[in-house]
């Protein structure tokens, strides 16, 4: 792994000290969603809260909207589709927008081209880390400048949101539980959690007896799959992602809400071969396991089960209008067409760009969409599932 330059050991230090003394506050352990939003989120010195490059080739990893517009293309022909059948205002609302690659070129796309106005558009940016807005404010001004006056950074969910909602690669940047089966009783669960050990008070991993509430998420888990998880077995829960999906659904007055990201269904999420969970870091593309590696550094992120997201958004009375793998969406979008207008030297990355996004073994089978709907909108077939549709195997 390349070595983090000095200023960059000095964050991290920084953020250790403050774990550390968290960790001691709570009596010596802390679980690991609750290390993991400090080691991601603290302000100023959390993974997504510090002034480290984080996407891109020089950063630690590149996601959809880095790779052109395709991922756009297909966002925008879904939503219009929506937008038009349920007579929907133009507002969208992302979610953790990243660099504001998707959020530029969803608004560039957006604009009319007779007149190079965005009549009615309003683009929402729900972003927990200072400095990533202001890197995607700097992104607009620099791609679609005559947008950014369209462009509102909110601080909290809008209550009644009417429009779309999106959200790429958001929820395995969520907080998760990690349980370990140790026995076959209903309460024979460990969970993992970090401790300090030694003379200097070094951090690591400690699993603890599951609380009762740990215990019954774990069991229902099991209830969900019809069957026992072995006793070794180790895996995550994104508790957090369930409550944040209740909440975005109960704000969700008219419209829909699209989420993509890089996950299974509950029954593949939790195969009996998966005995190790999905729990992921990254630094300057290289991805290993060891979430205690120079805590603030490097991304720490969990595969997602959209079973749990399902029943999440639509316990909260919103609908299911699709589920497919990412190839299948862009594919049903009609977004993998390049452009005529396109040189060749734009056309040769556009097919590249669609490979990596639709390959098998590259993100088109692993990454999933989904998408949830209030009424209106959920008496359209949607057009991104149009093929390959596979809410049955939630
Ligand atoms: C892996 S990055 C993805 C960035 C961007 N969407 C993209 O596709 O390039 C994860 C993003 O999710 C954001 N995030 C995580 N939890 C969030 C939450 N509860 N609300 C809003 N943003 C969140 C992070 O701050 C970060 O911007």
């Given at each position: 792994m390349p070595t983090p330059s000095p200023q960059a050991l000095e964050v991290s230090r920084a953020l250790e000290a403050q774990v550390s003394e968290a960790i001691r506050l709570h009596g010596g352990w802390i679980p690991f969603d609750a290390f993991m939003e400090r080691v991601l989120?603290?302000?100023?010195?959390g993974y997504y809260s510090n002034a480290t490059r984080k996407f891109g080739a020089q950063g630690d990893f590149i996601t959809?909207?880095?790779?052109?517009p395709t991922l756009a293309q297909a966002i925008v022909r879904q939503a219009s589709q929506w937008q038009a059948a349920a007579n929907l205002p133009l507002h969208w609302l992302e979610f953790g927008a990243g660099n504001g690659q998707l959020a530029a070129d969803i608004l560039r796309l957006s604009l009319s081209s007779k007149q190079q106005c965005l009549d009615g558009v309003r683009y929402y940016i729900l972003e927990l880390s200072a400095d990533l807005a202001a890197l995607q404010r700097e992104t607009i001004a620099r791609l679609?400048?005559?947008?950014l006056e369209s462009v509102v950074w909110l601080s909290q969910l809008p209550e009644n949101f009417e429009g779309v909602i999106i959200g790429n690669e958001?929820?395995?940047a969520m907080p998760v539980k990690i349980v370990e089966r140790c026995?076959?009783?209903?309460?024979e669960w460990l969970e993992w959690g970090v401790a300090l050990e030694g003379a200097n008070g070094q951090i690591v991993e400690r699993s603890a007896p599951a609380s009762a509430a740990v215990q019954q998420a774990a069991n229902a888990v099991e209830t969900y799959l019809g069957r026992a998880l072995a006793p070794g077995y180790r895996s995550e829960i994104s508790l957090s992602a369930v409550a944040w999906m209740r909440e975005v659904s109960t704000c969700l007055k008219k419209g829909a809400l699209l989420l993509l990201d890089y996950g299974f269904d509950a029954q593949q999420f939790y195969?009996?071969?998966?005995?190790?969970?999905t729990l992921m870091c990254h630094y300057r593309h290289h991805a290993h396991t060891n979430a205690l590696w120079h805590v603030g550094l490097q991304d720490i992120t969990a595969h997602v089960d959209f079973s749990a997201i399902w029943s999440a958004a639509t316990q909260a009375g919103l609908e299911l209008l699709g589920y497919a793998n990412q190839a299948n969406f862009l594919m049903n979008c009609d977004a993998l067409v390049a452009s005529e207008d396109d040189d060749a030297l734009s056309r040769a990355r556009h097919h590249q760009a669609i490979f990596k996004l639709t390959s098998e073994s590259e993100m088109g089978e692993l990454f999933k969409v989904i998408a949830f709907g209030t009424k209106t909108v959920a008496d359209v077939p949607a057009l991104g599932f149009r093929r390959g549709e596979r809410s049955g195997w939630l």
């Open positions: 989120y603290t302000p100023g010195l959809a909207p880095m790779l052109g679609v400048p005559q947008a958001v929820l395995d026995g076959t009783g209903p309460q195969a009996p071969e998966r005995v190790s969970g």
